[in-house]
């Protein structure tokens, strides 16, 4: 007797009746890994990939934990199949033939740290993911979640240079969280829905290099300079503000899940070739004299098919911007040096 065979493994079983209808419409999605999948974040952002109807098949890698996330996602009743990668030795199995690949993998802060504290562990674990990628997928795209962002998306492309597979418009670092953050601060204050709310979010993601250009806020509005100083703060310690609540359990899991699931979902939508898809991405630009920078990008078939120029920005933004170029200089230059030496 044929047992009904999890929908996480690997083998088909030609009497389900089911396999066949499944593989049909999975020929028409895409193919999404999710790198550190039973984290805090990747957990959730699994769960949210999942029920995305543009995903034909989830892949799962980790190196603790992957089987028993990998099951129990694998019972909700969507298109994607799933699968479940444990341990460096299956890392390439897991990056083979994808078309997105979201790295959550590495540690978060706990209260007291910065951001840039997690750089020792996480470099490392960016620069072995990277180097996966540039071998199994290199066409793939690639949103980095690992902080420090305004670092390890340095380090990915010195990777992508080293094994001569680099391509600026498929590296994307994942800074839809400060937008999210700053659309809910800014409806609070001004009333309105949340979801009607847009703030364009440049710089980096860390501290001051999260520039919210307040004057550029859709539906136009104003700020008197108290609002100013308020949401600004709170857009830029957003982070702390959860890692402080969670007193030692971690940072942002869920609303970053939140977060990197729209940026995933905008870049499938784009690789589909859905027209207008604009987002916040810290990525290879040219908008200031740093070689990375955060700034609203247009997704497409490729990848990132166009930098937006930052618009007109007020005093108090320009003021911003200087002390953001100055610390993205020197996070940029560190995620570099790691990989040169
Ligand atoms: P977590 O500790 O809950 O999960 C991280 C996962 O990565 C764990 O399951 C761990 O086993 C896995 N991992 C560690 N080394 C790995 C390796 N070599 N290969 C594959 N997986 C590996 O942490 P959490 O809360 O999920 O955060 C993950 C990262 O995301 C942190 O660096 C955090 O700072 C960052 N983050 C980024 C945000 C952003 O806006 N870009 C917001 C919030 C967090």
Request: glycine fraction near 10%.
């Amino acid at each position: 007797h044929l047992r009904p065979t999890p929908s996480s493994q690997m083998e088909e079983v030609s009497l389900l009746r089911g396999s066949n209808c499944r593989a049909k419409g999975a020929a028409t999605g895409f193919k999404v890994a999710i790198l550190g999948a039973s984290g805090g974040i990747g957990q959730p952002l699994a769960l949210l990939m999942k029920m995305n109807p543009l995903v034909s098949l989830l892949h799962l890698y980790d190196v603790v934990n992957t089987p028993g996330v990998t099951a129990d996602i694998s019972h909700m009743n969507t298109g994607a199949v799933v699968r479940g990668f444990l341990g460096q030795p299956q890392l390439e199995n897991a990056l083979t033939g994808m078309d997105l690949v979201i790295i959550p993998a590495g540690v978060p802060r706990k209260p007291g740290m910065t951001r840039d504290d997690l750089f020792n562990i996480n470099a490392g674990i960016v620069r072995t993911l990277c180097q996966g990628v540039a071998k199994c997928c290199p066409k793939a795209i690639v949103n980095v979640i690992s902080n420090p962002v305004n670092s390890t998306v340095p380090i990915a492309a010195e990777v992508f240079k080293k094994a001569g597979t680099y391509d600026p418009k498929l590296l994307l670092g994942v800074t839809t969280l400060d937008v999210v953050r700053a659309n809910t601060f800014v409806a609070e204050v001004l009333g309105l829905d949340p979801r009607d709310v847009s703030v364009p979010v440049i710089g980096g993601h860390a501290g001051v290099t999260i520039l919210p250009l307040l004057s550029q806020v859709n539906p136009p509005c104003s700020f008197n300079s108290e609002e100013i100083s308020y949401l600004t703060t709170r857009i830029q310690n957003g982070g702390t503000e959860v890692v402080e609540a969670k007193a030692g359990a971690g940072s942002a899991t869920l609303s970053m899940a939140y977060a990197a699931a729209k940026f995933a979902d905008a870049c499938l939508r784009g690789l589909r070739g859905d027209s207008g898809i604009v987002e916040c991405s810290y990525v290879a630009s040219q908008v200031t004299e740093l070689p990375f920078f955060a700034s609203k990008v247009r997704l497409g078939r490729c990848g990132i098919e166009e930098i937006l120029s930052l618009g007109p920005l007020n005093e108090f933004e320009r003021a911003g911007l200087e002390k953001t170029k100055k610390e993205l200089a020197e996070s940029i230059q560190k995620g570099v040096a790691f990989i040169s030496k």
